[in-house]
């Protein structure tokens, strides 16, 4: 599965799946589309703000966060 990270500014859109492989801030909002998957492996540790952002999955997609790995 290929590496990906958040873009530095706007909404997150993941259209394929990746795994995050260094700590990451979601500038804004995460939308993963159907069918993709968002891996957090053991380690790693993904910030995102819900209060003001929101982290949206589509019908077949998922955020799988590996024992170890972290969403705060």
Known sequence: MPNC???LSGDWIITSSCTLYSYA???ENIIVKS???LTIPK???FTIHLGTN???VGSGGGVLIKSGGAIK
């Open 54 to 56: 929101h982290l949206l």
């Open 25 to 27: 801030v979601a500038p």
């Open 5 to 7: 990270s958040p873009p």
């Open 43 to 45: 380690g790693e540790t």
């Open 35 to 37: 069918g993709a998957v």
